[in-house]
């Protein structure tokens, strides 16, 4: 059972323009979520979070958007560079009960010139 | 610098032939974990550890061993590798259990 899904397994943009990665849900009690991003031969690095008590996060060219009632929640990367190619990857836990990250398949994303 | 180190980086082995990938961190972090990344099913756990001598099955547990001497340490052990462990593993440590995951760069293992 898929408890974080990522539908697009990939997603093509062009430089300069808005990307938007989307995440789904299942389970009602996760409470914090964060995003994870990629490169070839490098292992994740934490790109950004956020907690259900908020529904939006801000950081730089980087925004997640948390929506609680839809069980969704999506990176907006604006405006996206091709620097920005990687897979990024949704993950999130129940923090409240000491839930451990459980993560999605990736998205990757391909920033055009 | 804060870092996961994993070692091998790459290793390609035979079915049978038992082998070990080491992961270190020095962060002091309580927490780590192994997990495999297969093409279209992410990032999936093998096993955890909250702390010394506390180890714990993740999703993928069938045909790995782990071991927490140490805080440091959390090696991955296949005693009988074969083809369906063909995957790239990345070591992770964090403060706590759901906390902000740190990752090594990853082993690429093929079995042959």
């Known amino acids: 059972d898929q408890q974080v899904k990522q539908n697009s397994p990939s997603l093509s943009v062009q430089e300069g323009r808005i990307s938007i990665l989307n995440c789904d849900y299942t389970?009602?009690?996760?409470?914090?979520f964060l995003w994870y991003k990629k490169y070839p031969a490098e292992g994740p690095t934490f790109l950004i979070s956020?907690?259900?008590?908020?529904d939006k996060n801000e950081d730089g060219r980087f925004t997640v958007f948390l929506n609680k009632s839809a069980k969704h929640l999506s990176l907006h990367i604006v405006p996206s560079q091709p620097g920005d190619s990687a897979v990024y990857f949704c993950?999130?836990?129940?923090?409240?009960?000491?839930?451990?990250?459980?993560f999605g398949q990736g998205t990757e994303l391909s920033v055009k010139p | 610098e804060a870092q996961v180190t994993q070692n091998p980086r790459y290793l390609i082995t035979v079915t049978g032939k038992k082998l070990t990938v080491t992961c270190s961190q020095n962060?002091?972090?309580?927490?780590m974990s192994w997990y495999r990344q297969d093409p279209g099913l992410g990032l999936r756990q093998i096993y955890y550890?909250?702390?010394?001598?506390?180890?714990d099955k993740g999703d993928v547990p069938e045909g790995y061993k782990v071991s927490r001497k140490e805080k440091r340490n959390f090696p991955l052990i296949l005693e009988s590798p074969s083809p369906n462990q063909t995957s790239l593993y990345f070591c992770?440590?964090?403060?706590?259990?759901?906390?902000?995951?740190?990752f090594g760069e990853g082993s690429r293992l093929t079995v042959l």
């Open positions: 550890s909250m702390n010394v001598e506390v180890t």
């Open positions: 992770a440590s964090s403060l706590y259990l759901a906390g902000e995951l740190f």
């Open positions: 993950a999130a836990s129940a923090r409240n009960q000491g839930g451990k990250l459980i």
């Open positions: 956020i907690s259900s008590i908020k």
């Open positions: 962060m002091n972090h309580e927490y």
């Open positions: 389970n009602s009690m996760f409470d914090y």
